[in-house]
């Protein structure tokens, strides 16, 4: 099923994933999310897209295969290539040099992001740790109370409370 991106069937499609989604899994298309896309959309949309988009580069590279000489100053020698190759090119060099910058970028918060998992794994470590000594502790209360009988028991108006 297909749902619109808007109107009263986009509310019904997400109140029927959210409903159909298992417990304690995360769910696309939350508070805040968009709704998952469906697969043959996307392939669709791709193809609405690249389409034209192949077609625009052909008709460059066709209409523009005149000759350019291309030579950097202070080097001797120069390139010849088709126009269409040296925009292509520039393009490409564009395209890797601002993914290159992003990544670069986004080494501050992937490195963030490592630091916080290891402060939440060793809080988990730690919290393990507590819990397993707090059993044991409570087993040694309990088998000192054995021991101790009966005549120790608290008094009536004294709640002992449990440490879970």
Same mark, same amino acid.
């Given at each position: 099923?297909?749902?619109? !991106? ?5 509310? $019904? ?5 959210? #409903?159909?989604? +298992?417990?304690?899994? +995360?769910? $696309? ?10 697969? +043959? ?16 580069? !052909?008709? &460059?590279? !066709? ?11 202070? *080097? ?11 925009? &292509?090119? #520039?393009? *490409? ?11 670069? #970028?986004?080494?501050? =918060?992937? $490195?963030?992001? @490592?630091?916080? %998992? ?6 988990? $470590?730690?919290?393990?740790?507590? %819990? *397993? =000594? ?5 087993? @040694? !209360? ?11 028991? +608290? ?10």
């Amino acid at each position: 099923m297909i749902a619109p !991106i808007c109107g009263t069937r986009s509310r $019904r499609f997400r109140r029927d994933l959210l #409903s159909a989604a +298992p417990r304690g899994r +995360p769910i $696309r298309g939350g508070p805040g999310r968009p709704l998952p896309v469906e697969r +043959p959309v996307l392939r669709y949309l791709s193809w609405i897209v690249s389409i034209p988009l192949a077609l625009v580069a !052909i008709d &460059f590279a !066709i209409v523009n295969e005149e000759l350019v000489r291309l030579t950097l100053w202070p *080097l001797d020698g120069a390139v010849v290539a088709p126009s269409f190759a040296v925009v &292509f090119v #520039s393009l *490409l060099v564009g395209f890797l040099a601002g993914g290159l910058i992003s990544w670069l #970028s986004a080494g501050k =918060h992937r $490195r963030a992001l @490592r630091k916080e %998992r290891a402060r939440g794994d060793q809080l988990q $470590r730690d919290l393990d740790a507590a %819990r *397993l =000594h707090a059993a044991d502790l409570e087993k @040694r !209360i309990a088998a000192a109370d054995r021991a101790a009988g009966a005549a120790a028991a +608290p008094p009536a108006d004294v709640r002992v409370m449990s440490l879970r």
